[in-house]
């Protein structure tokens, strides 16, 4: 079974702060992807990576970057996090063999900036 | 750009029944890939069905099946025989076969059951 692991169920930080939130899969994805999360809006692709220090923009990356050093691991970076960033992330990954094959996500990290 | 329209924030339905909820794609693409997903309360997406654009027959995972109107762009998910565990966010999103390789979510539809 594919195994998406996200570092934090639950974070608290300030405004103002570098936020760090990581990801790492077990089944040698190619694909990684983070998403965002609100009530009302579903999922909303911020950043993804089909690499190694391959990454691209999402529809929503304005306050965001990631880093790819590794293929298990995917990292979402909030240079200085701003409450309006208060939300459900959402890490997944995928292999791009076939697109019949679903996107395998992590549990979630529920983020509240105060 | 791709778009998904689910146009059912909440529904309810009695255990046992059957309930459809709806989910209207839009793309230029000739080929594309369905899912649904279902979040409990706890927060995962567990990945329930596929739908692809070519195939001819309509998806089915046990309680789950997909009704996949090509020409009207619909793929509404059906759930026959509901159970209380049932009862979570239903998250139908597309992925088009070129291009890039990110699902593209509806805005979800609460489902409960009740008994």
């Known amino acids: 079974d594919v195994k998406v692991t996200q570092s934090s169920r639950y974070l608290v930080k300030r405004t103002g702060e570098k936020v760090f939130l990581e990801c790492v899969q077990d089944m040698d994805h190619e694909n990684m992807f983070w998403y965002r999360q609100d009530p009302g809006l579903g999922l909303r692709l911020i950043y993804f990576s089909y690499d190694v220090k391959m990454k691209e923009k999402g529809d929503i990356p304005e306050g965001y970057s990631v880093s790819r050093e590794k293929k298990e691991r995917f990292s979402l970076i909030l240079e200085s996090a701003s409450t309006n960033q208060t939300s459900m992330y959402l890490c997944a990954s995928s292999s791009p063999r076939n697109s019949n094959q679903p996107q395998h996500f992590g549990d979630g990290t529920r983020l509240s900036i105060l | ?115």
């Open chain 2, 1 to 115: 750009a791709q778009k998904i329209t689910q146009t059912q924030p909440g529904m309810f339905v009695q255990e046992k029944e059957a309930v459809t909820l709806d989910c209207t794609y839009d793309t230029s693409d000739p080929s594309y890939g369905l899912f649904w997903y279902k979040q409990p309360s706890s927060g995962e997406m567990i990945f329930l069905i596929y739908q692809g654009s070519y195939d001819q027959q309509n998806a089915t995972e046990g309680r789950y099946s997909l009704n996949f109107q090509k020409a009207r762009k619909s793929a509404n998910l059906v759930i026959s025989a509901s159970q209380l565990g049932d009862s979570a966010m239903y998250f139908c999103a597309m992925i088009l076969d070129t291009g890039r390789r990110a699902l593209t979510f509806g805005s979800g539809t609460r489902l409960q059951v009740q008994p």
